[in-house]
């Protein structure tokens, strides 16, 4: 892959040159090549590239959804990297899918176990910045999700970063769902907690009341502030705030 080193930095076509920016690499420029479309999509030899295109398009589409319903979390935990990748394990998610023809596999609920690790921020985790084990757990009868938070001592436990005085957690609850508008996550906070001192167990509860057919998921996250004159600031910059897809409850 060229690279333009020039003061004169070019975004569009020039030609059979295509002038672009990424947002890692910089500046590059590519020649136009690869195979027609139109051959693409009707040459029976690029049946497999269609099929695969079409299962791709269905994973983008049904991560979007996941977005959309998670949009008020993701601008606090969510890095750059995330659609991509979220895309990338619904794709594969839809894999899983054994009943329908190739070309035509969709993302089924009973499969959803796979999302349960996802991290919201790639370059952090909850196991990075505490030191000890949060627990949580989905009670279908009472309609309630809850998260231990055992005693710590943010000393000894919390990953310290430069400026933090505090941290909160987040516990969030979401019913799967595919709708084109899917309703929002519950969620509760656990109030800002002062990096200095041992901090009792606490446990944080959000009502959430679903089909008993709906699949549900919980997420986790911690996020650091500053305070300031009784005033709580997130870090500038902060690259470490973890969210986690921590359960998936399949009924």
């Known amino acids: 892959m060229a690279k333009q080193e020039s003061l004169i930095k070019f975004r569009g076509k020039v030609g059979d040159l295509s002038f672009s920016k990424h947002r ?3 500046y590059e420029v590519r020649m136009k090549g690869g195979v027609d479309k139109a051959r693409i999509l009707n040459d029976p030899n690029f049946q497999r590239t269609r099929e695969n295109m079409s299962e791709f398009g269905t994973a983008a589409g049904t991560a979007k959804l996941l977005r959309i319903q998670l949009n008020n979390l993701l601008r606090t935990f969510a890095d750059n990297s995330l659609r991509n990748r979220l895309t990338s394990l619904i794709h594969k998610i839809q894999k899983s899918d054994s009943l329908s023809a190739r070309g035509e596999r969709i993302f089924l609920e009973e499969n959803s176990a796979m999302l349960k690790g996802f991290e919201f921020n790639q370059a952090s985790s909850l196991k990075m910045l505490l030191g000890e084990k ?21 000393q000894k436990d919390v990953m310290l970063l430069p400026g933090a005085t505090h941290m909160l957690f987040t516990l969030a609850a979401a019913e799967l769902s595919a709708e084109e508008v899917p309703p929002r996550p519950v969620m509760e906070k656990s109030g800002y907690i002062p990096l200095i001192g ?23 996250g911690i996020s650091m502030y500053q305070e300031v004159n009784g005033e709580f600031y997130p870090l500038k910059n902060n690259p470490y705030n973890a969210m986690t897809i921590v359960e998936v409850d399949i009924p």
Do not use: M, S, W
Not at 205 to 218: A, E, G, H, N
């Open 198 to 220: 041992v901090h009792a167990e606490q446990t944080i509860r959000v009502p959430l009341v679903v089909d008993p057919t709906k699949v549900v998921y919980i997420i986790v």
């Open 24 to 26: 890692n690499r910089g």
């Open 134 to 154: 949060l627990d949580t757990a989905y009670d279908r009868t009472a309609g309630e999700a809850t998260l231990i938070i055992p005693e710590f001592n943010p």
